[in-house]
């Protein structure tokens, strides 16, 4: 007998059922910054992933700290969101990854729970960017969230080259993180 065998990547609901009740995103983008206390202008950018080291959070932090040192003008008008799930918590490497990340205080709002579906899309809504930086991931069904929850076609896509999503999302900004 023969087998043929082909790869077909993992994917995301289409289309994905929390988009079905959002607001518009001039709504989603209105309701983030006051809760988070931005003005009008501030940029905003989300990183979502579990709290793992694969992802890159610390990373994409010291990052964010360093762009911010470098371009001082920039202080005040940008802000990272980083939604991160708690995961394997009770292991020590992993508690003394979250007790490093909190240490790291804005303009980067560290958010360690975990986000319904809605809230998640509610934050991509109103991001200006998405940030995956993963440094070494399977597909990261993230970046193609954020990219189907962008119905207006604004919203820059930061993409880890170590993601199976890079070789798909060849518009997203690829980076080696």
């Not at 910054?33 to 992802?55: H, N, P, Q, S």
């Not at 980067?108 to 930086?133: N, Q, T």
Request: glycine share 6%; charged share 25%.
């Amino acid at each position: 007998h023969e087998t043929k065998i082909r790869p077909y990547p993992i994917s995301i609901e289409w289309p994905p059922k929390a988009l079905e009740n959002q607001p518009p995103v001039e709504t989603c983008r209105t309701t983030v910054r006051e809760r988070f206390g931005l003005g009008a202008d501030a940029k905003i950018a989300v990183g979502i992933e579990r709290f793992d080291y694969t992802k890159g959070i610390l990373d994409r932090m010291r990052s964010i700290d360093m762009l911010l040192s470098d371009n001082p003008e920039w202080k005040g008008r940008f802000t990272f969101v980083q939604v991160a799930a708690p995961t394997r918590s009770k292991l020590a490497s992993y508690s003394s990854l979250q007790s490093e990340a909190i240490g790291i205080y804005q303009p980067i709002r560290l958010l360690i729970r975990h986000h319904e579906p809605a809230e998640v899309f509610e934050l991509f809504r109103a991001a200006d960017m998405c940030i995956v930086s993963s440094l070494h991931d399977g597909m990261n069904l993230v970046a193609k969230e954020y990219v189907a929850s962008r119905d207006d076609d604004q919203g820059v896509l930061i993409l880890s080259s170590f993601t199976g999503a890079s070789r798909e999302m060849s518009e997203a900004l690829i980076v080696n993180p």
